[in-house]
T-cell receptor, first 113, second 113 residues
Framework: SQQGEEDPQALSIQEGENATMNCSYK?????LQWYRQNSGRGLVHLIL?????REKHSGRLRVTLDTSKKSSSLLITASRAADTASYFC?????????????FGKGTLLTVNP | DVKVTQSSRYLVKRTGEKVFLECVQD?????MFWYRQDPGLGLRLIYF???????EKGDIPEGYSVSREKKERFSLILESASTNQTSMYLC????????????FGEGSRLTVL
């Protein structure tokens, strides 16, 4: 199964509400990243949180990481219609010459005006 | 701003044709990646390269090859296209494997008839 799995698969909210997406993973990681993808476009990096960090903020984004539960959450506050997109978590596992970055299947967020 | 440019946004090819997907990045990144993205399957790594002329297989390399003759350019080759290779192909680059974010191109949507 996927290293990173997002939950829920789809989320529909009203403009101004907060949106929370979760990501669970199975093995140890170096860092966890969140990306956004507008329909039919490439992915855009949002935020990276290292394995020794617990929380990180960037503008309206707040990411938490709980390594004991192997989970992360992405909170988007005061959502806007322009936040409508798919959101992916990606886990990085790297050691020696080995490197693996694995994406989850994504959460489709719809923000209704 | 980092720019990753994929040569074609949309391609239509016939079964058995040889297909080249080109990707160029302008930020002198060491690492480049090719992913394919399919509904319900998320992003899957085909190949990545950490240096000129160096390549590593990803999760689904079968049916694909790659070429990295210059640092800025990473090509994906389908020697004999098949209908199950119809997909969105995403190229990305990164300055550092273990700690770096990925910068994605806009994607190339390939249809094999």
């Amino acid at each position: 199964s996927q290293q990173g799995e997002e939950d829920p698969q789809a989320l529909s909210i009203q403009e101004g509400e907060n949106a929370t997406m979760n990501c669970s993973y199975k093995t140890s990681i170096n860092n966890l990243q969140w990306y956004r993808q507008n329909s039919g476009r490439g992915l855009v990096h949002l935020i990276l949180i290292r394995s020794n960090e617990r929380e990180k903020h960037s503008g309206r984004l707040r990411v938490t990481l709980d390594t004991s539960k192997k989970s992360s959450s992405l909170l988007i506050t005061a959502s806007r219609a322009a936040d409508t997109a798919s959101y992916f978590c990606a886990t990085v596992n790297s050691g020696g010459s080995n490197y693996k970055l694995t994406f989850g299947k994504g959460t489709l967020l719809t923000v209704n005006p | 701003d980092v720019k990753v440019t994929q040569s074609s946004r949309y391609l239509v090819k016939r079964t058995g044709e040889k297909v080249f997907l080109e990707c160029v990045q302008d930020m002198d990144h060491e690492n480049m990646f090719w992913y394919r993205q399919d509904p319900g399957l998320g992003l899957r790594l085909i190949y990545f390269s950490y240096d000129v002329k160096m390549k590593e297989k990803g999760d689904i390399p079968e049916g694909y090859s790659v070429s990295r003759e210059k640092k800025e350019r990473f090509s994906l080759i389908l020697e004999s296209a098949s209908t199950n290779q119809t997909s969105m192909y995403l190229c990305a680059s990164s300055p550092a494997l273990a700690t770096g974010e990925l910068f994605f191109g806009e994607g190339s949507r390939l249809t094999v008839l």
